[in-house]
């Protein structure tokens, strides 16, 4: 019955990719989808780094949606949930979230990427979970 409901999401899934140790100047594409599909939000976690200079990449069909560095989120001051979409949080523990999603999914036909490019050191790890449905 619930997916009778108008707007309601169907089939909701969360993929999840990790890459740990990742090389300074380096592009880990941490979850890749074949469409089609609806995006519903994500959350990219990063432990380590000594600058914030790690950014986060999400492209839809080819066209890029988000690329943004860390640094720029805080400076920005994008450290609240907002109508923009995209926010970063810092835990007591030194680990930077940063959080993707709108008031409604964004369709992909083709193809879904989300990657970071390291571009500080000391990164220990990048975790990714992508919420998409169908």
Do not use: C
């Not at 907002?82 to 993707?100: D, H, K």
């Amino acid at each position: 019955m619930a997916s009778a409901l108008i707007g309601a999401v169907v089939n909701p899934v969360r993929t999840q990719g990790l890459a740990t140790s990742p090389a300074i100047n380096s592009t880990k594409e941490l979850v890749k989808l074949k469409g089609p599909g609806l995006f519903i939000s994500a959350e990219i976690t990063k432990q380590g780094g000594i600058s914030d200079l790690s950014f986060v990449i999400l492209d839809i069909d080819g066209k890029n949606v988000v690329n943004i560095s860390i640094a720029a989120l805080f400076n920005q001051g994008l450290t609240t949930h907002n109508s923009y979409g995209i926010s970063v949080f810092r835990s007591g523990a030194g680990l930077e979230t940063v959080t993707i999603g709108w008031p409604v999914p964004l369709t992909f036909h083709k193809q879904l990427s989300l990657k970071v490019t390291v571009k500080e050191a000391g990164v220990v790890q990048l975790l990714a979970n992508v919420i998409t449905a169908s």
